[in-house]
């Protein structure tokens, strides 16, 4: 069965970093396209950041845009979310999942296309 487990959430000062990961059980990450989303108290989830499965192309919404960096270790068949200067509106449970195909931005144009849902991480920005 398709899993992803994320990892790496906690409390942070404003201004701080955390590193969040994604880690694959039941298939190799290495033919997925990987999306980082984020869902706030009662607001919709939110397409974060996603990297392609072939040649590694990435995308970021424009409000973690030079903030944030994807990427992937496909050795360890994980995916990171380097997320740098956090800002108390990046509070959020954040969540990874796995798109068979590609298409530029799609973690925000198309989420319906991820699938393997994990549980989510707690990020919490505040002083």
């Known amino acids: 069965q398709l899993q992803l487990v994320e990892s790496g959430g906690g409390l942070v000062q404003p201004g701080g970093s955390l590193r969040l990961s994604c880690a694959a059980s039941?298939?190799?990450?290495?033919?997925?396209?990987i999306g980082w989303f984020h869902q706030a108290p009662g607001k919709e989830r939110e397409g974060v950041s996603c990297i392609s499965s072939s040649d590694g192309s990435t995308y970021y919404a424009d409000s973690v845009k030079g903030r944030f960096t994807i990427s992937r270790d496909n050795a360890k068949n994980t995916v990171y979310l380097q997320m740098n200067s956090l800002k108390p509106e990046d509070t959020a449970v954040y969540y990874c999942?796995?798109?068979?195909?590609?298409?530029?931005?799609?973690?925000?144009?198309?989420?319906?296309?991820?699938?393997?849902w994990g549980q989510g991480t707690q990020v919490t920005v505040s002083s």
């Open positions: 039941g298939f190799t990450l290495d033919y997925y396209a």
């Open positions: 999942a796995a798109a068979s195909r590609w298409v530029q931005a799609m973690c925000v144009t198309t989420i319906a296309d991820f699938g393997s």
